[in-house]
Nanobody, 116 residues
Framework: VQLVESGGGLVQPGGSLVLSCAAS????????MSWLRQAPGKEREGVAR????????AYADSVKGRFTISRDNAKNTVYLQMNSLKSEDTALYYC???????????WGQGTQVTVS
């Protein structure tokens, strides 16, 4: 099982980034997928989640209206479009699959997003 994030980097406040997470080794289309982040000295927080088939999404209040999660089951990839970035969005961003018990069961290695 692999989840490989990409697309992080350094961006100015107000800018945009698109994160990608390529999955392999499991049946991607049958799992809800999430993006989470962890900033230095802070607890990890869930940012966005998308369900398996119908694309129903949910977002943390801190990113609503600015971030959009999407998925392409044909490409086994989940995306996070991040607009109007703020310094407080600086964090290591992870993608994770959501297991049957609503636990995060597979994780990527993370991609760093720095807004400065």
């Amino acid at each position: 099982v692999q989840l490989v994030e990409s697309g992080g980097g350094l961006v100015q406040p107000g800018g945009s980034l698109v994160l990608s997470c390529a999955a392999s080794g499991f049946t991607f289309s049958t799992y809800d997928m999430s993006w989470l982040r962890q900033a230095p000295g802070k607890e990890r927080e869930g940012v966005a989640r998308i369900n398996t088939r119908y694309g129903v999404t949910a977002y943390a209040d801190s990113v609503k209206g600015r971030f959009t999660i999407s998925r392409d089951n044909a490409k086994n990839t989940v995306y996070l479009q991040m607009n109007s970035l703020k310094s407080e969005d600086t964090a290591l961003y992870y993608c994770a699959s959501v297991g049957a018990g609503d636990e995060y069961n597979y994780w990527g290695q993370g991609t760093q997003v720095t807004v400065s």
